[in-house]
């Protein structure tokens, strides 16, 4: 037994290294608890199956590869298609097989090795203040465009959902004309950037800034956040835009699960992934997260459908993820987290 103690944004569970007890899966996941212990709990009491969770915000695929044939997880859940194929990359994976989970999730939302699968999805937008931006369309071109010299705000560029956006860009026009469209980002920023998603949409409704970037499901988060019901006065401030690539269509991300290599309770890990594409399990992540079901056919939340329909600029995920390494070079050669040139 041991006791998760190195990641500090962790909550520490104990989890049973080598073999355990049959009705136990151990999930090691980048996902806020708030946004998936319901479906834990909820697979739990239909099933009894225990599930044990360490959550953390960084160095799980790490962690599981250090530990090899002894690590305690079974699966891998992350909020990111780049963090599922560097895994895979790893070597820390071992095909689901299940068929369930291959006849409710297209291909294109699955590891074609089939070590790991999207639970949900999301798009990355634009949320524009209501009183100062006219615009109901915008590109993600024009987001490097001199009109918003000082308007945009955003996370950091390193971030998982930036990253990934950045790796769309190179994938659609190439490593130059991506260099060229972040430094022009970067020029219009506001300053440096800072916060989470939510900060952006705060600073809008603070004035400090005109365009954020964010993912579609924290309009829902905040629009409906009774604990934190300022975050209401936030999302009435904005309009959510879906921009897009010269396809027409928008950049998507996932989240998803990979099976690990070694997972001492492999059966019962596959049942919690297929309860997790079951359609009981999507309509509770579309009604509390806000995110995309990843099924088709199972119903989007109205204050999400509201948004418009979204078209993945590229379906097959893995196609962007390959780009991960190089978005991060770029970040960091243009100093995008330094902010505009004073």
């Given at each position: 037994m041991f006791r998760n103690a190195f990641l500090p944004a962790a909550v520490g569970?104990?989890?049973?290294?080598?073999?355990?007890?049959?009705?136990?899966?151990?999930?090691?996941?980048?996902?806020?608890?708030?946004?998936?212990q319901p479906i834990f709990d909820r697979f739990t009491k239909e099933t009894g199956i225990r599930v044990n969770v360490i959550y953390a915000n960084k160095g799980l695929e790490e962690r599981i590869r250090a530990e090899a044939a002894a690590s305690p997880a079974d699966l891998l859940i992350a909020t990111d298609a780049a963090i599922l194929e560097k895994a895979r990359g790893m070597d820390i994976g071992q095909p689901i097989r299940?068929?369930?989970?291959?006849?409710?999730?297209?291909?294109?939302?699955?590891?074609?090795n089939g070590t790991w699968t999207a639970l949900t999805y999301r798009a990355r937008v634009v949320y524009a203040s209501k009183e100062r931006v006219k615009e109901?369309?915008?590109s993600y071109a024009d987001l490097a465009d001199p009109k918003w010299k000082g308007k945009v705000c955003t996370r950091s560029g390193q971030h998982p959902y930036n990253i990934g956006l950045i790796s769309n860009v190179i994938a659609d026009y190439g490593?130059?004309?991506?260099?060229?469209?972040?430094?022009?980002?970067?020029?219009?920023?506001?300053?440096?950037p800072a916060g989470n998603d939510r900060s952006q949409v705060k600073a809008i409704f603070a004035g400090e800034c005109d365009l954020g970037i964010g993912n579609t499901y924290y309009y829902g988060l905040m629009a409906t956040n009774d604990k934190e019901p300022e975050q209401k006065e936030w999302a009435k401030s904005v309009k959510v835009i879906m921009p897009t690539f010269e396809s027409g269509g928008s950049?998507?991300?996932?989240?998803?699960?990979?099976?690990?290599?070694?997972?001492?309770?492999r059966d019962a890990a596959v049942k919690l992934v297929e309860?997790?594409?079951?359609?009981?399990?999507?309509?509770?992540?579309?009604?509390?997260n806000f995110e995309y079901p990843v099924v088709p056919g199972v119903a989007v939340a109205p204050l999400i459908a509201d948004l418009g329909t979204v078209k993945p600029d590229k379906p097959n995920l893995a196609e962007v993820a390959k780009f991960r390494a190089k978005a991060s070079e770029l970040v960091d050669r243009v100093a995008f987290d330094e902010g505009p040139a004073s």
């Open positions: 569970l104990a989890l049973t290294a080598g073999a355990a007890a049959a009705a136990e899966v151990n999930v090691y996941t980048y996902r806020e608890q708030p946004l998936i299940s068929a369930a989970v291959d006849k409710a999730v297209p291909a294109t939302f699955r590891d074609p109901n369309a915008l490593l130059d004309k991506a260099e060229a469209w972040l430094k022009g980002v970067k020029a219009n920023l506001n300053g440096k950049h998507v991300n996932v989240s998803g699960a990979l099976l690990a290599r070694h997972a001492p309770n309860f997790m594409v079951s359609n009981e399990a999507q309509k509770l992540y579309a009604e509390l």
